[in-house]
């Protein structure tokens, strides 16, 4: 496998005027795929808009997942039972158990009596690295240390009860397991005044003027929560003030996106345009935050001609929208736009998490007949492979999809309070019981940034095109194994003949880097891959400059042997610093020369409004 700077771009034959344009595939697809939301062939009886399903049982259900953040009692209740059967009839493990308990009830006892008597001893177990409620050197002091000591080897305890039972279901372990730790995280001594020995002191320093301040802080929240306006400090970075803010043009806008050109800032650019699709969960100015962290100014800086989909908030109207509109409406309708602005070129598409994996689609898609309109692909945090999808396949079953489809028919969209309740439940230590601590009983705001308040700028999905993602990729893979079709035709990721650039992120909790990883096993492709330092949104958020910011890259051609992810970190060496430069230095290996920048829009696609346009601005 070699590794270095990338190689030059291949040959490609000139592209053929009929091979160009994406309408000439759409126009060629049978009818049924061409046809309008309201006139589709019938949808999967599993679907929520099947006319046979009883209404009442969808209110219902819809009620239900009302009160439970969208989580399934059904899924949740089969899971503990699968366990707990499965546990009853296994004398062997109950010993286990027994056994450990005693032992760690013995082990905690002895400690406590030697701390209480003001013996310096060791610790009877370390929190786990990224557990930092206990950090603070108060913590080492007694009763305190053995609180948090006992809560720790509870929650070891509780963690070998629930994994390794024979014949539970993988999936039934991992909600049980998940179910547990989530429980033990409210109980955390952390989370009370009286067990945790930071907030105490504080409290009796200022006489409780923290949980004072505590209480004002969690009533700002709750109206805030009543008025639908986001965090304390997020009013500070609005899209077209602070953040969004790089000079551009909205040169196109259908039902469903916005289409932004930048405007140049050099006086030659890349004669290939960049073309970013970020995902529809999300508004787009993650890549365009402050100026000093904007990967779009980033790019525009060093020459490239950058367009950007700003997708709409879906509201009830939408309901029916489904992936195949995300694709013509979104991908290729972008493409026709970004070609009359640069013709005659092809395009480095880009596409980021849930953006990425329709890229991936519309890259496949379009490779159908040969050489394509895209010169390059690139997926930031971008999964083609479902299976390994982290510990969001928690929410991915029959019972929970058939409860959340019920939340969204009778909405006609998820609700963007729904999507932050299951990511904060992904990580309530941090999200949820950590910052409930530091506002609440400490008396202190976490300060706002730029990522912050973006992360809280959510958007809603559509009811059809949620269902059909959640169904047809992670519940049932069909991308991964060529199962997958899109506007009536099916499509295969080895079609795919452009070079990929994909981006994987170490502790991504969303696009996990081994799933994400998994694009070299069915890529027919030179692959570049890269792993960086952070988490699925701050790892790709990392500007040169930024601390302690490391990745790692290496090439593979089409025709090397595949390398599994383990040997890959042991044998790809760490760079340090970020990893933009090196995406750049790719991008120009496989461009095509320095020309003159294009005009601002082109005939019928003409300058609507400056960026960031009005779709990113709705509520």
Partial sequence: MAQGSARPARKRPALKASKRNPRKHLDDAPAAAKASPSHRPAPDPRAPHHPNWPSIDRLLRATVAQSTLGMSPASAGLAALDWALHLGSSPGKQQELVTKAVTKSARLAAHAAQSMGGKKTEACIEPLPQDHRFDDPAWSKPPFDSLYQGFLLTQQWWHVATTGVRGVDRHHENVVSFMARQMLDMMSPSNNVLTNPVVLQKTIETGGQNLLQGAMNMADDLQRGLRGQGPAGAEA?????????TPGEVIFRNRLIELIQYRPTTETVNAEPILIVPAWIMKYYILDLSPQNSLVKYLVDRGHTVFMISWKNPDAEDRDLGMDDYLKLGILDAIDAVRAVVPDRQINAVGYCLGGTLLSIAAAWLAREGDGP?????LFAAQTDFTEAGELLLFVDESQLALLEDLMWD????????????????????????????????????PMNDLMAWNADATRMPYRMHSEYLRRLFLDNELFEGRFTALGVPVALTDIRAPIFAVATETDHVAPWRSVYKINLIADTDVTFVLTSGGHNAGIVSEPGHPHRRYRLAHRNATDKHVDPERWTEVTPTSEGSWWPAWVEWLDAHGGGQVPPPAMGAAGYPPLEPAPGTYVKQP
Avoid: H
């Fill in 374 to 378: 895209l010169n390059t692909v690139t």
């Fill in 411 to 446: 909405k006609g969209f998820l609700d963007t309070k729904q999507m932050a309740g299951a990511f904060q439940m992904l990580r309530s230590r941090d999200l949820v019981w950590s910052r409930a601590v530091q506002e609440y009983l400490m008396g202190e705001r976490a």
């Fill in 237 to 245: 970075f609005l899209p077209g003030e602070s953040v969004a803010v």
